[in-house]
Nanobody
């Protein structure tokens, strides 16, 4: 079964940077799209970014566009989320997910356990 393990979440000051990682195992990583989602307390899960299987195309939520960058290293079975210019509202649990179609949420069948990102003043 597919396993996704996020890491890199921590506390960081507003305006700072952080890189999250998600290591995948259990199936052919390079054949699947990857995405990042986040969920803040009292809010619904929110789409953050997605990347096609070969990394040639990406898409971002408007709230993070220009600040966050999703990338992948298929040789390491790992997807990354580089977060720059962090804001207080970026505080959330961040989850990675793996699926067949990069723009279709219902194809993201596997999810990590989440990693906490806390942005403070």
């Amino acid at each position: 079964q597919v396993q996704l393990v996020e890491s890199g979440g921590t506390s960081v000051q507003a305006g700072g940077s952080l890189r999250l990682s998600c290591a995948a195992s259990g199936r052919t990583f390079s054949s699947y799209a990857m995405a990042w989602f986040r969920q803040a307390p009292g809010k619904e899960r929110e789409f953050v970014a997605t990347i096609r299987w070969n990394g040639d195309l990406t898409m971002y939520a408007n709230s993070v566009k220009g600040r966050f960058t999703i990338s992948r290293d298929n040789g390491k079975n790992t997807v990354y989320l580089q977060m720059n210019s962090l804001k207080l509202e970026d505080t959330a649990v961040y989850y990675c997910a793996e699926g067949r179609l990069w723009l279709a949420a219902d194809t993201y069948d596997y999810w990590g356990q989440g990693t906490q990102v806390t942005v403070s003043s």
